[in-house]
């Protein structure tokens, strides 16, 4: 089955605990990104990758980091959490760019809490 | 800045109706402008898309409109079903990034 998986799926946390959220995708999509929805805000995209070792910054990049040495995995990384990073955050991933349908295939969420 | 806005947080249709569901947006750049349905508890689901370059796409019951000269876009959903009940994001892309409005909650009343 075509998926995006993300886990955890929900974590709790304090401040400064470095934790990384993992994201895989089945699909060989070459662009992938993250996203954290926040209410009244709705979702804003934070990094993607536009293939492996490729990565650029989103609208809302700072606290963030992330890797993708691997096609399928882009993770995550909060080096050190603050309790304004509690959002849900989402994984999502599309073919190419390249594509005019630009469609994005979402991961289930995963829901940070940081205390 | 939000450069994507869906000013209405909700709507409530009858079933059988017409939902129709707006999106303004402040940046002339954006090339594409897509729709996604949310349930709780799950990613969003891509719908339908819309170059900037074209005026109107129809996949089914859903069709999107782009107005460029006002900015706006919308969703109309024609007949509504109740099991189009779900937030319905509207984002845009520039170039490799993507925006999205804060949603609208569609509810169809049976």
């Known amino acids: 089955e075509a998926q995006v998986t993300q886990n955890p799926r929900y974590l709790i946390t304090v401040t400064g605990k470095k934790l990384t959220v993992t994201c895989s995708q089945n699909m060989n999509h070459e662009y992938m990104s993250w996203y954290r929805q926040d209410p009244g805000l709705g979702l804003r995209q934070i990094y993607y990758s536009m293939n492996v070792e490729v990565t650029d910054k989103g609208d809302v990049p700072e606290g963030y980091k992330v890797s993708r040495k691997e096609k399928r995995n882009f993770p995550l990384i909060l080096e050190s959490p603050s309790p304004n990073q509690t959002s849900l955050y989402f994984c999502a991933s599309s073919l190419s760019r390249a594509f005019s349908y630009n469609e994005q295939f979402f991961g289930p969420g995963t829901r940070l809490t940081v205390l | 800045d939000q450069q994507v806005k869906q000013n209405s947080p909700s709507l409530s249709v009858q079933e059988g109706r017409i939902s129709i569901l707006n999106c303004d947006y402040t940046n002339s750049m954006f090339d594409y402008f897509l729709w996604y349905k949310k349930y709780p508890a799950e990613g969003p689901t891509f719908l339908i898309s819309?170059?900037?370059?074209?005026d109107k796409n129809e996949d089914g019951r859903f069709t999107v409109f782009l107005n460029k000269s006002a900015k706006h876009l919308s969703l109309h959903i024609v007949p509504s079903q109740p099991g189009d009940s779900a937030v319905y994001f509207c984002a845009a892309s520039e170039g490799n990034q993507f925006y999205f409005g804060t949603g609208t909650s569609l509810t169809v009343i049976p």
């Open positions: 819309i170059s900037s370059i074209k």
